[in-house]
Nanobody, 120 residues
Framework: QVQLVESGGGLVQAGGSLGLSCAAS????????MGWYRQAPGKQRELVAA???????NYTDSVKGRFTVSRDNAKNTVYLSMNSLKPEDTAVYYC??????????????WGQGTQVTVSS
């Protein structure tokens, strides 16, 4: 069982910045891709940013150039740095470990979510 603990959400004015962290338990973190997702009220959960075990990243178009995903395998932690925030970035942000397979076992875990609110 893997536990993901997110932190760093909050309220910020448009144009401001926030940083999110997600710490994973156990030792599987370094072998798994990690992702940040978000879900706004009345909308489906969407992928915001992802990072592979090797450090390759990809972003949804709406956050390119503003958000940066990174990972520290020594700390079992993935980060999301968010700059130039817009009201439409308001959502609950979730981190995800996986999905992936290691040693014939599948891994797909979600954090509890952290609220990000951007005021106009």
């Amino acid at each position: 069982q893997v536990q993901l603990v997110e932190s760093g959400g909050g309220l910020v004015q448009a144009g401001g910045s926030l940083g999110l962290s997600c710490a994973a338990s156990g030792s599987i973190f370094r072998f798994m891709p990690m992702g940040w997702y978000r879900q706004a009220p009345g909308k489906q959960r969407e992928l915001v940013a992802a990072i592979t075990r090797g450090g390759s990243t990809n972003y949804t178009d709406s956050v390119k150039g503003r958000f940066t995903v990174s990972r520290d395998n020594a700390k079992n932690t993935v980060y999301l740095s968010m700059n130039s925030l817009k009201p439409e970035d308001t959502a609950v942000y979730y981190c995800r470990l996986g999905p992936g397979v290691f040693a014939l076992r599948s891994y797909d875990y979600w954090g509890q979510g952290t609220q990000v609110t951007v005021s106009s």
